[in-house]
């Protein structure tokens, strides 16, 4: 695609259910960041994969969270039994390839509602 | 990862006053990113530096990396309400990740 893609876009979820968020990057894009951003702040490191492995994943708050990238195109953020205190926006980024040099483009995100 | 800090948190300016936000470090950062995120969308990449002292310019965008490669301004000329977002900094995070910082929101009345 032209872009990275998310969905779904909205997601409301009852407070201990499990969700799944999807992230679809740029084609060709082998570096794959999930951020997450709460209201007022700036988007905060999750995990990042180049290709299907889990290159660093010291972002994750706890272990309910969890991410996957089988294919190495496609990924997956899992959050189980989810908490209030989860409810923001996930984002996901894509790099043409890992490193400090390279400009991440973000898809406009999942906003995740716990009530 | 380094952390960031950006001032101010809000800035509200008249359409055509110019803009500044900072971004500092307590330590040396390799290379700073800066990014533009409009209300309700994503964050875009608008630039990256890597050298000490670097300024670098699009059209009335002015950036620059201070010599101790610890802090960063982003300058806007003669703002437009087309500028309305919250502009972010980042440095090195964890690994290849990038370490935001909370943001400066600017807001432009005609």
């Known amino acids: 695609g032209a872009g990275v893609s998310q969905t779904p876009s909205n997601k409301v979820t009852e407070k201990g259910k499990y969700v799944e968020l999807r992230c679809d990057p740029i084609s060709g894009h082998t570096a794959l960041y999930w951020y997450r951003q709460s209201l007022g702040q700036g988007p905060e490191f999750l995990i990042y994969?180049?290709?299907?492995?889990?290159?660093?994943d010291s972002g994750l708050p706890n272990d309910r969270f969890f991410a996957v990238r089988p294919e190495g195109s496609v990924s997956t953020l899992k959050i189980q039994r989810t908490e209030r205190g989860d409810s923001a926006v996930y984002l996901c980024a894509s790099s043409a390839q890992l490193g400090q040099n390279t400009e991440a483009f973000f898809g406009q995100g999942t906003r995740l509602t716990v009530v | 990862g380094q952390q960031v800090m950006q001032i101010p948190q809000y800035q509200h300016v008249q359409e055509g006053e110019d803009f500044t936000t900072y971004c500092n470090s307590s330590t040396t950062l390799s290379n700073i990113q800066w990014y533009k995120q409009r209300p309700g969308g994503h964050p875009v990449f608008l630039i990256q530096l890597v050298k000490s002292g670097e300024v670098k310019k699009q059209k009335r965008l002015t950036f620059q990396f201070g010599e101790a490669k610890k802090n960063s301004s982003l300058h806007i000329t003669a703002t437009q309400t087309t500028d309305v977002g919250t502009y972010f900094c980042?440095?090195?995070?964890?690994?290849?990740?990038?370490?935001f910082g909370k943001g400066t929101s600017l807001l432009v009345t005609p």
């Open positions: 980042a440095g090195p995070g964890s690994g290849y990740a990038l370490n």
């Open positions: 994969f180049q290709g299907t492995g889990a290159a660093d």
